[in-house]
């Protein structure tokens, strides 16, 4: 049997945090769907996920700090401004007692998207 919690949507997901958890969230969530307002929300690895044409980026609250998965390509960009921060191949964290750096992560979804949506249009160029 299998007790892992399985999450519906990013609301339920945020309100089993903790309340000061669940403002940081909030706020998160927040900057990415106003700068990917075409990306729809999901569940995806069992974390909050938005998508536009494929995953955009995924965030997921843990003990000490919330993680921030903008693939590779989003990290890589923007290595020398995250050099404050753990990073790892795809992963960001920031630490949950600190401010988050809301500007660079609107940044690094800018980026994202418009990495998406190249993406999106080179394949239907490809099957014209």
Do not use: W
Not at 35 to 64: C, R, W
């Amino acid at each position: 049997m299998n007790d892992k919690i399985v999450y519906g949507s990013i609301d339920e997901y945020i309100s089993s945090c903790a309340p000061e958890v669940q403002e940081i969230l909030q706020k998160l969530r927040r900057v990415i769907q106003e700068t990917a307002p075409h990306a729809k929300e999901k569940i995806s690895y069992q974390m909050p996920t938005f998508d536009l044409h494929g995953n955009l980026v995924h965030f997921a609250a843990f003990k000490k700090h919330i993680g921030f998965y903008p693939a590779p390509s989003g990290i890589e960009a923007f290595q020398d401004e995250l050099k404050v921060y753990h990073a790892s191949k795809g992963t960001l964290k920031f630490p949950i007692d600190q401010p988050l750096p809301y500007d660079l992560i609107r940044r690094i979804v800018q980026y994202r998207v418009q990495q998406n949506l190249e993406k999106a249009e080179s394949k239907a160029k490809k099957k014209r």
